[in-house]
């Protein structure tokens, strides 16, 4: 500013809510040629007017009517997950708006319960965009609920929450034996529900002992519904 070689009586801001600085506040700033003033408390993502005035015996100097915008909470949309495996899942989630401010960091929340109370985190992997975060140690066939998030100046934004269930065991019956001879055996199983994922194996464990401690292995003949196994080789009236 230029005070003209008059002796500065008062100068500062006035700041407000409003475009023609009605129900403005005063703030008061010294300086030689220039002001300057950091202000706080403000309301984020809110657009404030302002200007400079400066009061000496010769009268008030205002300058031109300035305005900003302080940083928004960002906003941030959780996908759906991808990978879902028995003990491990792929989270996803996209920044929708930065909020005017940097993105800092993302990352996901992630629990048993839909109200995500004491919930585990995992990091994003991109602070821009869409950004992914891997889950491990998860159990098998469990519902999870998750949420994205994304963190600027104004705060940590929170997503929708969404779900997902981990694949969960196979449901396996065990059939009678049958075409028993001397030294063979028929065995058979059902394979029902597969708990969300793909039967990969069916087969028999048999011992001459209830715990089956050391058992022999056989492979079944199908991957779905019932499957059979042959049994060769076995000891005779045991």
Not at 88 to 94: D, M, P, Q, T, V
Not at 130 to 152: C, D, E, I, M, Q
Not at 191 to 219: E, H, L, M, R
């Amino acid at each position: 500013f230029d005070a003209g070689g008059a002796e500065v009586e008062d100068s500062g801001f006035e700041l407000s809510l409003n475009i023609d600085l009605s129900d403005s506040t005063v703030y008061a700033a010294t300086g030689a040629e220039s002001l300057a003033e950091a202000l706080s408390s403000l309301t984020k993502g809110t657009t404030y007017y302002y200007r400079a005035f400066v009061e000496t015996i010769m009268g008030r100097a205002e300058g031109a009517i300035q305005s900003f915008t302080t940083v928004d909470d960002a906003a941030v949309s959780t996908l759906s997950a991808t990978s879902i495996g028995a003990f491990s899942a792929n989270l996803r989630g996209e920044i929708t708006s930065t909020g005017g401010g940097t993105i800092s960091a993302t990352d996901f929340q992630y629990s048993t319960n839909s109200s995500l109370s004491g919930a585990s985190t995992a990091g994003g992997s991109s602070t821009s965009g869409t950004f992914n975060g891997s889950v491990s140690g998860l159990s098998a066939g469990t519902t999870y609920y998750f949420r994205a998030r994304a963190t600027n100046e104004a705060g940590t934004a929170n997503g929708n929450t969404l779900n997902f269930t981990t694949i969960g065991l196979a449901s396996v019956s065990t059939g009678n034996s049958s075409s028993v001879g001397p030294t063979t055996a028929t065995l058979s199983g059902s394979v029902t529900p597969t708990g969300g994922g793909t039967v990969s194996a069916t087969g028999f464990q048999y011992s001459t002992n209830s715990s089956f401690s050391g058992a022999s292995t056989k492979s079944g003949s199908s991957t779905s519904g019932s499957f059979t196994a042959n049994l060769t080789g076995l000891n005779g009236s045991t």
